[in-house]
């Protein structure tokens, strides 16, 4: 178990040490990656931004995933969405956008989101547990031509990196236990991340 999120994301550097020095692009997933890539950025010496992917819950259970929607507008759906009714999956795929755009209005008001073309690209989380999200972002970020696509992630079951090895250059996970119920299992300090600290973490070095 990690003591908290700072703690997986130093456990994460020492995985990723190899990186300092080549000015690697962090790339979060708000909101619960971005204090693991503010330490990760810092530590390996590159630059920090958010990549904004959102989950499409399955209805009635919204914290299950069944699909994601990226910025770049582009819906993910698995197998699951399959046997959901079309005008509600539509609605809820409208309304992620809309969350997307927003965030991107508070998060990074004064600049363009950075460009990862060509760049050394981790992306971070503190945990995936369907993958849905971390997937959604993957496949996004890979239509940029970065140079390298590595994936940062505390925990997730082995089917679930399994499923983002296919997707990234390498896959970082510090734990995969077969046994897999949720992220915050793994945590024990698992406090919700406000919007306030994401931009004032996006805006500088973090403690």
Known sequence: MFRDRLDAARQ???RLAHLRGR??????????????GRQLADALEGELDVVL????????????????????GSVHLGEVARHCHEDVLAAEVERQRELIAERRRRYTPVRAP???????VVVVDDGSATGATMAAALTTLRQRDPARLIAAIGCAPPDTVERLAALADEV?????????QAVGQFFADFGQVEDDEVIALLGGSGQ
């Open 12 to 14: 994460l550097v020492e």
């Open 23 to 36: 000015n690697p692009l962090v790339l979060a997933i708000p909101r619960g990656g971005v204090p693991m």
């Open 53 to 72: 992917v959102r989950k499409i819950g399955a209805p009635g259970n919204p914290e299950f995933a069944i699909g994601a929607v990226s910025e770049d």
């Open 114 to 120: 950075i460009d990862p073309t060509g760049r050394i």
């Open 172 to 180: 970082v996970c510090l734990d995969a236990p077969p046994h897999f």
